[in-house]
């Protein structure tokens, strides 16, 4: 990763600048590709809007979207407003958590100092706006590193347990990637709601999964999902590539899956093809088939700070690194040597 140098980035918001000569650190990229696209610079400090807020960011988490949009695969992803041939935003990575320094003269309800947590579009930076719709006040009993894991992951894992798998109490459950960043929230939440929580991971990372509380464990290096009599009412597939009369085996008849994330598969679609598939045989099957992309609201972050206040939910960190360090952790995501989160900190 090349050194610093101070510029306006082509591809960047138009409205993201400010008076020219206040800088701040980032991560950008100028094209999609591998960890090698990204530089660290000194860019211009975003400029607040009406109904937006500045962030001073603390801290910001490292989740596996952050590599798809570097990388721009699937293609298919180039197609939501990323960017058919470049990326439009320099910048990269979503959550986060901070200061609020500046808000617009529309926003209501924050005020500079409020500490917060939440996402926007380009977190690895010492500054972002963002909208407030999209934050909330960083639970009391965690740091900003700690707080900065949550957003983006533990929305997912609520949501795929809570709204989209209907998960009740009593209820079995398993969860495939229990030992990443999704997976490591969705035992916790899990388990939280009353149901007997089943965790697949790898033979290193079963001792973390058994730490957040899961009751059985499967390490998929020595065995399969397929391999005993048990039935699940939910099955909560985490960046799998499992196929989907595998999965449905281990369903009850009337049992629900979700698929997380699309990894594997081809170029254009990558593991796509599996969520569209599942979402066609439902509508032909009694069990309960499909996907969804998570939306973080002002909502969830609430319901989670609560969740963390009790003490039910605590977001597991592998390591925390500086901004200079993010090409090598988005590798170590990518090839599955991460446990938990990593987080970046910025310098104070």
Known sequence: MSGTTTRTLPGADPEATETPGRTMKAIVRDRYGSADVLHLRDIEVPRVGDDTVLVRIRAAGLDRGAWHIMAGLPYLIRTAGYGLRRPKTAGLGSEFAGIVEAVGSKVTGLAPGDAVYGTC???????????????????????????????????????????????QSGQRVLIIGASGGVGSFAVQIAKTLGANVTGVASTQKVDLVRSLGADHLIDYTRADITDDSRRYDLVLDIGGNRPLSQLRRVLTDHGTLVIVGGEGGDRWTGGLHRQLGAMGLSLVVRQRLGTFIAKVTSTDLDALRELIEAGSVTPKIDRVVGLEQVPEAIRDLADGRVQGKVVIAMTP
Request: glycine share 2%; charged share 20%.
């Open 121 to 167: 579009s380009a977190s690895f930076a010492e500054y972002a706006t963002a909208r407030p719709d999209q934050l909330a006040r960083i639970p009391k009993n965690l740091s900003f590193e700690q707080a900065a894991a949550v957003p983006v992951s533990a929305v997912t894992a609520l949501r795929a347990l809570r709204a989209r798998g209907r998960l």
